[in-house]
């Protein structure tokens, strides 16, 4: 079974969505534990200080290493041995490598997983220097404090537990799992909305058609909307060809082929 320690300045500020919906219900079924660290309980002072300006006088504060220090050495881990398949140490920074699908999956498959909120102008440096820990960022924005982010990585891993979703096949064959294409565009009842109905494809009762016809549509909403996500999917000849055509229709739509260009 997974664990997950958060550690965080703000506990409360994750508990109710796990206690939400789909995790709720599994957290109820013990498939994973979740355990909230109060980092402000780990302080020197009794103002509960856990951050102080940066030296060098710029602006902005930093985490203080005293207290997250003191943190993760609670978690009973033995950091100078880390085993990397079983236990990650992770601080949620703007800075760090982008949290991915296959991120998500690499860690559901941990026993530990530590997650690190980051806030203001990040963590002293001495920390990252002591600590195995990686730096994860869930995108190239800053947030207000690292909780968003540590709930974001949290719902994407725990998803992918077996038991924690109605359908494991469901989660494991949503956007991103499949050859790094986002998912095919869906539908349900009625059959007939507004004058739109459901393309026949997904009507025939013909499961090889319809599969044929799902990885079309992929493909198309990956080059829509994520085109750089296409040169790492792994694609048949028909596929490329196919590819090559929309963006032949795309560069003659525009005028801005070669013939027409203007110098």
Known sequence: MLKVDVITLFPGALGAPLEASVL???KEKELFEINMID???FALDKHRTVDDNRFGGEGGMVLKPEPLAAALDSLDIDFDNIDRDATR???TAASGQHFQHETAVEFSLLKRLVIICGHYKGVDERILQTYPIEEIS???FVLTGGEPAAWVMIDA??????????NFESAIDDSFADDNLLGAPVYTRPAEFRGRGVPEELLSGNHEEIRKFRRREA??????N????LEKADLTIDEKQFVKKMKKEDTEGSGCDET???D
């Not at 891993?157 to 109605?166: E, N």
């Not at 493909?219 to 829509?224: A, H």
């Not at 994520?226 to 996500?229: A, E, H, V």
Request: net charge positive; glycine share 12%.
């Open 138 to 140: 869930i995108g190239d």
């Open 219 to 224: 493909i198309k909403k990956t080059y829509e």
């Open 226 to 229: 994520r085109p750089d996500l």
């Open 39 to 41: 980092l402000r309980d």
């Open 157 to 166: 891993v725990l998803r992918l537990i077996p038991g924690v979703m109605g």
């Open 260 to 262: 027409n260009r203007a």
């Open 89 to 91: 140490l992770i601080l």
């Open 24 to 26: 709720g219900r599994a």
